[in-house]
């Protein structure tokens, strides 16, 4: 993974080039993404940021347009919830894909070679240019299956 001070160099100079201020708050967002591993939703990484400097004011709105300019950028993903929004994680980590427990809203990280070969293969059949992708398979996770089946 990259390092932190990159990213906040990096957001620096992302923020220069659009004319808008860097804040202590807009930092904060892209710290509690760094150093708290897995996928949060913006109200997740509110809390987040409150307890990492509960006299810091960040307000939600804050949080939401932070994500939403690191997103644009590549310095956080997301992954779609649908009706439940997306969640998010630090942008720039190496690919991986996603299983989504449906239960529990686990995330597991996964890379698998056979997979990103096969999909070159379908891009390549179709004489189709991919620039990037993302997998998330929806399931139901080993713990909730056997939670169901003690039922």
């Known amino acids: 993974m990259v390092e932190y001070d990159f990213l906040l160099e990096e957001l620096k100079r ?27 939703s913006p109200e997740e990484i509110h809390r987040l940021v409150q307890q990492a400097d509960p006299g810091a004011k960040v307000g939600i709105a804050t949080v939401y347009r932070t994500l939403a300019l690191l997103e644009e950028e590549g310095l ?54 991919m620039t990037d992708h993302a997998m998330k398979i929806i399931g139901i996770c080993k713990e909730c299956r056997e939670h169901e089946t003690k039922k």
């Open 76 to 129: 956080a993903d997301s992954i779609s919830f649908g009706k439940e929004g997306k969640r998010y994680e630090i942008g720039l980590k190496k690919h991986h894909d996603h299983l989504i427990c449906i239960r529990c809203g686990k995330i597991i990280e996964f890379c698998d070679e056979t997979i990103e070969k096969q999909q070159e293969a379908v891009a390549k059949k179709f004489d189709f240019e």
């Open 14 to 40: 992302i923020l220069k080039e659009k004319q808008l201020k860097f804040t202590r708050q807009r930092e904060l967002v892209l710290k509690a993404l760094y150093e708290n591993p897995g996928h949060f």
